[in-house]
């Protein structure tokens, strides 16, 4: 007999709000919902992304599907609640038009009202980083407290009742059985054998018929009473833990933070950087964010010193690339760690220092760096930016953008780390 499984959805959902129909509904708008996600990023604060977001769509097809009447036919329909028309009456038709309803059109062109609704947070986080991806990740050494992962290995004779390999076990069971009645079975048909012949004259042979009908009586019950299956006929599935490689990464964010980075700029970068931490700590579980902030001197600094500390001074990028290097000598060695990084700045550099931080990106840093990007927050190409373009045709895993609103902070960052495509 079939058993029939039923599946209870325990998940919180508001009053007169099915859970079904609004993921069908998100499912069959995805493109319009995500054109619109990108759109609303451009009028809200980054560091307010976390919120819900009220959103449009075009009004057009959002209409379901639905079964009704065709017309033409004999049909008889009871109207509930009816006390003017009993059964055979006409019912007029109502005046006023064709009966398609609905208000006259201004004379201003065609239009559609949109359709708004709201985006929970982990709805619009999942289209605001939808099809993003950290580039060229790949499995580094077994971590210090590695992922475990239950593999088969052979079977066992003893274990859980859930584990029970039924083929494996009837297999034994007919081997045993064979093995300890093949023999009786044998000798059962060769004394069945005698017992015929005597059958044959049973005149003066009736001593040893009868002992022969005891043998094969004693005989069958030996066989009978081997047991179909036994515990020692059991086997079991093996299973053993063994230890996963994991993807671990950090990313490295490195601020300017000098007298020429002005509160625009440093906003600006602290945009990118707000960004980027919501789409590493959303999307990856083992991954760590080294926060580096420099002006003539840098220093690695938690999360909210990085975001909020008003400390300023000249400009020495190269200091920052330095300890950079020096972290991930000590800490993040490249053969167990994927390592990315992101530096902002406007460019403005000391003349001497420039062609040092090109030389240690590209001797040092860049070597070790599955990918490392970094974004102009000023439009003139100063010395710096110089520098960096000399890098671009040998390192394809180094990129350049320049920002100059907010507007573009969120299309240069899709740019960066859009999804590629494995062949």
């Known amino acids: 007999m079939d058993l029939l499984h039923q599946i209870i959805d325990r998940r919180l959902a508001g009053k007169n709000k099915s859970i079904a129909n609004r993921e069908r509904f998100l499912r069959r708008f995805r493109s319009d919902i995500r054109r619109s ?34 017309r033409g036919g004999k049909r008889e329909i009871v109207h509930p609640g009816n006390q003017d028309y009993l059964q055979g009456d006409r019912i007029p038709r109502r005046s006023g038009g064709s009966g398609d309803g609905g208000s006259t059109a201004s004379n201003e062109g065609e239009g559609q009202d949109d359709f708004t609704f709201e985006l929970s947070r982990e709805e619009f986080m999942q289209y605001f980083f939808e099809d993003l991806e950290l580039p060229r990740l790949i499995q580094t050494n077994l971590m210090s407290i590695p992922n475990w992962k239950n593999m088969r290995a052979g079977y066992s004779v ?31 048909r060769e004394l069945e054998e ?48 063994q230890p996963q490689p994991s993807s671990r990464a950090v990313m490295f964010c490195v601020m300017d933070v000098s007298g020429s980075m002005d509160e625009q700029r440093k906003d600006l970068s ?86 040092k931080c090109r030389s240690i990106l590209e001797e040092a840093i860049l070597p070790m760096c599955r990918y490392f990007a970094y974004i102009q927050v000023a439009e003139p190409e100063q010395n710096l930016w110089t520098e960096y373009t000399q890098l671009l045709a040998e390192h394809p895993h180094f990129a350049m953008k320049k920002v100059q609103s907010a507007a573009e902070i969120y299309p240069v960052f899709r740019e960066l780390f859009e999804k590629q495509v494995h062949a």
């Open 194 to 241: 005698q017992l015929c012949e005597l059958n044959k004259d049973p005149s003066d042979k009736r001593p040893e018929i009868h002992l022969l009908e005891e043998e094969i009586h004693h005989l069958k019950g030996r066989i009978w009473r081997i047991p179909f299956i036994d515990p020692f006929d059991l086997r079991y599935v093996n299973r053993v833990r």
């Open 158 to 188: 003893d274990g859980s009742p859930n584990n029970i390999d039924i083929v494996r076990s009837l297999r034994s069971s007919l081997g045993r059985r064979i093995a300890l009645g093949g023999p009786l079975v044998a000798k059962l």
């Open 37 to 70: 996600v990108t759109e609303a990023v451009r009028d809200r604060s980054i560091k307010d992304i976390e919120n819900s977001k009220s959103i449009s769509i075009p009004r057009k097809d959002i209409s379901e599907p639905a079964f009704h009447h065709g």
């Open 270 to 355: 602290k945009r990118f950087f707000i960004l980027l931490y919501l789409f590493l700590t959303r999307n990856y579980e083992h991954i760590e964010v080294v926060f580096i902030r420099h002006h003539t001197r840098a220093d690695e600094v938690d999360e909210d010193t990085f975001f909020h500390s008003q400390e300023s001074g000249g400009t020495v990028v190269s200091s920052a690339l330095e300890l950079m290097q020096d972290i991930i000598k000590t800490r993040y060695p490249a053969s167990e760690w994927n390592i990315y990084g992101a530096q902002a700045s406007d460019g403005d550099n000391w003349n001497d220092d420039s062609p």
